[in-house]
């Protein structure tokens, strides 16, 4: 049998309408993937517009035909069949009734129809939806737990935490991260700074403008920027890191070798990240008043007069309060990213959507914690 | 059988400084079940990923049916691929398709035909494979020998002339793997598919292999060719014994 290749002349058909309804599909030619559209699709028509009661088909002049011919054939054969007629081959060489052989219309025609789906109501759906938060609500809890249990243990047995990990992942996670939170607090610092110079000039208060940012800054703005830009960079990271070894069955391996993935992949990112976030924080907080100071150079302020204000708005307790923020802000990055990693489910886009969830959930915990947090120190008074 | 398909000439691969092999020629006829052996890590995969066009080769060429795939650039080189099958030794079937999606998609991409034909294409050539009712799973609801026959069916969507098959049988149990040996037995004599197959499964090797060639880690080449039966039985070569009798140092010399 030679093969030929895609650049083939395509196969040509005749039909002949003999007499008693019968219907002759004369093929020559080539039947391959690339060849047989043609035919096939003239075939189909000249069926459905003459509708034979019988179908001959003459392959007595086909040179060549591999499954893709042999799937045009059944394909008639079933339309044939469907429409009640009868059908009939002709003058097939004995390889290319071989190859017809392999498959059995029958079998094919059943494959058509797919099992009918249900549909589930809206009941249904609120149910499952109800079922599904609830066992969500319950795996986050358990894996709080975990960790906290992980985490007091590893107190307990310093020598036990894995410390070589610990400070990869705050180099990773922190002085690899200096720069680009350098930067966003940098240009937050001078918008803010700037968009809020405009209003305050109409009072002739433009000097505290260095108030409402360094309050601003200490309090809120310093701890959230660094957070998110944190989480989007490192909480997404352990999520593929983790997502990445589940695929893999590297974690299942962990558990077989009876070690809790836990205290071995989430305690370690867990502290670099308690003990990173803050110090990120307090760089972003200096980079955030220098991009103040530049626009208040532009107002004509002096540096002595923009730090001298400066001293007089802040408090050790602003400071202080905004980076007490972040040790539970690099709980939740280091507990989500690693949570989302450690579910993720099989397949090619299990690892992104793991990445993804880490990133969105991360936020939304860190805003409700910031708010949780606005109130407490509120009544406190902070 | 004696008209040549696949010429490899004076082919070396390396990554690097690293030369994995060194310097082999060898012809593969059309029609035939080639098979490609060796111990672990003397570069069976290389020598099949750059058959398929995935690397080039340091040195030598590879004419696939005459032309030279390492060369071969644009529409040139699609002519080529379009001529060849390959199933991974993974499947690495398309996790975010169902099967069907999966072997439909050369033919969608390739041919004019219309959804209906393709449809029906792929559904055969499923049933040829034998997984006629699992058209509609996701790959990852596939056994390991369901993962390999599929991505064999994806291999053939095309009708190629030359279906690469990397370690078809390995990680499959022995009735599994005897049923992929028939198929390709099947395949081979219905279709006139030319085979080239990498692995190590000695049974596989007796059933299928109309020929073979064994690769060696030290010399980074050829160490055996021919028929394996006859090699098993009169080859003097050590490592050439060991591999087909299964056998240790310790075991041959006593």
Redesign the interface.
């Known amino acids: 049998?030679t093969?030929p290749?895609?650049?083939t002349s395509p196969p040509s058909l005749e039909t002949v309408i003999e007499d008693n309804n019968t219907l002759r599909l004369k093929i020559k030619g080539s039947l391959?993937?690339?060849t047989?559209?043609k035919v096939?699709?003239n075939s189909l028509l000249a069926l459905k517009t003459t509708k034979p009661s019988q179908l001959i088909l003459d392959g007595s002049e086909i040179d060549y035909c591999?499954?893709?011919g042999?799937?045009?054939f059944?394909?008639l054969q079933i339309r044939q069949e469907q429409s009640g007629g009868t059908y009939k081959v002709e003058g097939l060489s004995d390889?290319i009734n071989?190859?017809y052989k392999?498959?059995?219309p029958e079998?094919?025609k059943q494959?058509g129809e797919?099992d009918s789906t249900h549909t589930e109501s809206k009941i249904e759906t609120a149910g499952r939806l109800g079922v599904e938060a609830w066992e969500e609500l319950q795996i986050n809890i358990i894996f709080t737990g975990r960790v906290t249990v992980a985490l007091f243990k590893a107190m307990l047995r310093p020598d036990k935490i894995r410390w070589r990990d610990v400070f990869i992942t705050s180099e990773k996670f922190g002085a690899n991260a200096l720069f680009i939170i350098a930067l966003v607090n940098f240009l937050v610092g001078l918008v803010i700074a700037f968009q809020s110079a405009v209003p305050m000039k109409q009072y002739g208060a433009q000097i505290f403008v260095a108030d409402l940012l360094v309050i601003a800054y200490f309090k809120e703005l310093g701890p959230l920027m660094t957070a998110f830009v944190v989480n989007g960079r490192s909480g997404s990271a352990f999520a593929a890191e983790l997502g990445t070894m589940k695929v893999n069955e590297e974690l299942d391996a962990l558990d077989t070798m009876g070690l809790d993935p836990v205290p071995f992949l989430v305690v370690p990112k867990v502290i670099a990240s308690v003990i990173m976030l803050p110090i990120l924080t307090v760089f972003g907080n200096l980079f955030g008043l220098l991009g103040g100071l530049v626009v208040m150079f532009s107002l004509g302020f002096t540096f002595n007069t923009y730090l001298n204000q400066l001293t007089i708005a802040a408090t050790y307790g602003m400071l202080l309060s905004g980076l007490f923020k972040t040790l539970f802000f690099a709980v939740i990055i280091a507990g989500v990213g690693c949570l989302a990693g450690m579910r993720a489910a099989?397949?090619?886009?299990a690892v992104g959507d793991a990445a993804t969830k880490a990133v969105v959930v991360g936020i939304v915990l860190m805003i409700l914690v910031d708010g949780i947090f606005g109130v407490v120190y509120y009544i406190l008074g902070v | 059988m004696s008209e040549t398909i696949i010429n490899v000439k004076d082919f070396t691969a390396a990554y690097g400084e690293n030369v994995i092999i060194d310097n082999i020629t060898f012809d593969v006829y059309k029609g035939e079940k080639f098979v490609i052996l060796g111990g672990s890590g003397c570069g069976k995969t290389t020598l099949l990923k750059h058959m398929i066009g995935l690397y080039r080769p340091a040195n030598g060429s590879i004419l696939i049916e005459g032309d030279d795939i390492a060369k071969a650039e644009g529409q040139e080189r699609i002519?080529i691929l379009?001529?060849i099958g390959v199933a991974y030794q993974s499947g690495a079937l398309?996790?975010?398709m169902t099967v069907l999606e999966n072997v439909m998609l050369p033919?969608e991409e390739?041919?004019?035909?219309?959804k209906?034909?393709i449809d029906?294409?792929a559904?055969?050539?499923l049933?040829?494979v034998g997984l006629?009712?699992s058209?509609?799973k996701?790959?990852?609801e596939l056994s390991g020998g369901m993962i390999k026959r599929a991505a064999l069916a994806r291999a053939?969507?095309?009708?190629p002339?030359i279906l690469f098959l990397d370690e078809p049988s390995a990680g499959l149990d022995p009735i599994t793997s005897a049923e992929l040996d028939q198929l390709i037995i099947?395949l081979s004599k219905?279709?006139?598919v030319t085979f080239v197959i990498v692995t190590h499964e000695l049974n596989s090797i007796y059933n299928i292999a109309d020929r073979v060639i064994m690769l060696d880690k030290d010399t980074k080449g050829i160490i055996a060719s021919g028929d394996p039966k006859y090699l098993r039985d009169n080859s003097e070569i050590p490592i050439v014994q060991k591999f087909f009798k299964r056998q240790t140092d310790e075991q041959l010399d006593s």
Not at chain 1, 346 to 349: R, V
Not at chain 2, 110 to 114: F, P
């Open positions: 049998m093969k290749h895609s650049t391959n993937a690339y047989t559209a096939w699709e591999d499954t893709t042999i799937a045009f059944t394909n390889e071989k190859l392999l498959f059995d079998e094919l494959t797919s099989k397949g090619p886009s | 002519e379009k001529s398309f996790g975010s033919l390739y041919t004019d035909l219309n209906d034909s029906l294409i559904r055969m050539k049933n040829l006629t009712g058209e509609e996701s790959p990852s053939m969507a095309l009708d002339d099947q219905s279709l006139g």
